[in-house]
């Protein structure tokens, strides 16, 4: 016992033990070379003691900093903004919590930021990164290639066409959208992009254009307007669309924010939502069951997401030779009252 009061010292875990230093940190590491009596000795003293392990001289032993770093390159009014965000960062924090390592977020908002943190980032500070809404145009981009620091994305991207990736299929979640549009008799169907140097946005218009070529319809590159994923875009590109194509009668929005402000447009010019003009959304957060009317949406497992990225990222960590995964996660529509009439 520290007859001071102080912290307890390795050392002392070691003699309440009955072990040595050596074999004591050997526990407290992690290593499989002791036996299970001896590991639970001294996880026992480590209990009845209250002993905390120094993060700084156990680095030196594991090469490990216990840090994982989440880095997002949007405005502050997104990342807190945005349900999306919050879905995801549940996952990786509740995934990383199970793992005792611990979260930073970074948010990159300028050059400047970027060359800062990219300097940051490296093995002395973070064990490994995630990156979450990265654009392919380049901007704010981090210089991590050479740094050897394992790194997960969250989505593709071409600025990192060899990365690992946990990605959800918005091809295939923008398809089944369009489809139920068609299924429900819309002929004159229009999309709100997401930006087009994000992997997302490209693949959800994708999805898009492969549906309505499928279903026999006349692809109109005029009822194809983008959009930045917020509200306030969803509303502008609604109001676009209205000007040039009054007729239009279904909207495929790329989330579900910019189909609220679809939502909202349409209400204004006296637009009846199911009746005149069917809507979709993408992403199946908690608001949209609580617009007016309930929004059809394709939902996207968020936090399933966060915590696969999570995962993925400390299996790099882990591995003595790490290799590159890549996970594409199902997504489904959920019906609502945006596209069918609600039954009287």
């Known amino acids: 016992m520290n007859v001071l009061g102080g912290r307890p010292t390795l050392e002392e875990v070691a003699a309440h033990a009955g072990v040595g230093r050596g074999t004591a940190s050997r526990v407290i590491n992690g290593s499989p070379q002791v036996s299970e009596r001896t590991r639970e000795a001294v996880l026992r003293a480590v209990e009845e003691l209250g002993y905390v392990p120094n993060q700084a001289a156990r680095s030196l032993v594991t090469r490990r900093t216990g840090t994982v770093a989440l880095v997002i390159a949007e405005s502050d009014e997104r990342i807190f903004g945005e349900p999306f965000f919050a879905g995801v960062v549940r996952g990786i924090s509740s995934t990383l919590n199970d793992a005792q390592r611990q979260l930073v977020l970074s948010l990159v908002q300028s050059s400047d930021q970027a060359i800062r943190l990219g300097a940051y980032l490296n093995s ?4 490994g990164v995630l990156l979450l809404s990265v654009h392919d145009d380049g901007a704010y981009s981090l210089d991590l290639g050479s740094r050897g620091v394992p790194m997960v994305l969250g989505g593709r ?8 990736f946990v990605d959800v299929d918005n091809r295939d979640g923008a398809r089944q959208a ?27 218009l994708d999805g898009y254009t492969a549906a309505i ?24 590109a609604m109001e676009d669309l209205l000007d ?21 447009s349409l209400r204004a010019r006296g637009r009846r939502v199911p009746h005149d003009v069917g809507v979709v959304g993408f992403d199946g957060t908690p608001a949209s069951e609580t617009t007016d009317p309930p929004l059809t949406t394709v939902h996207q497992p968020l936090t399933r997401l966060g915590q696969e990225m999570a995962a993925m990222l400390l299996r790099q960590i882990d591995a003595d030779e790490p290799t590159k995964e890549h996970l594409v996660l199902p997504v489904d529509l959920l019906v609502r009252g945006s596209t069918v009439p609600a039954e009287r």
Do not use: N
């Open 157 to 164: 991207s071409a600025l990192w066409s060899d990365a690992s």
């Open 124 to 127: 002395q500070h973070v064990d």
């Open 244 to 264: 040039r194509h009054p007729d239009v009668d279904g909207v495929f929005a790329a989330s579900d924010l910019m189909a609220m402000g679809a939502l909202r």
């Open 178 to 204: 369009v489809r139920h549009l068609v299924a429900t008799g819309r002929r004159t169907i229009a999309t709100i992009t997401g930006p087009q140097a994000m992997a997302s946005g490209r693949d959800r």
């Open 213 to 236: 070529v499928e279903s026999g319809l006349a692809l109109d590159t005029s009822l194809v307007v983008e959009g930045d994923f917020s509200e306030v875009s969803g509303w502008a």
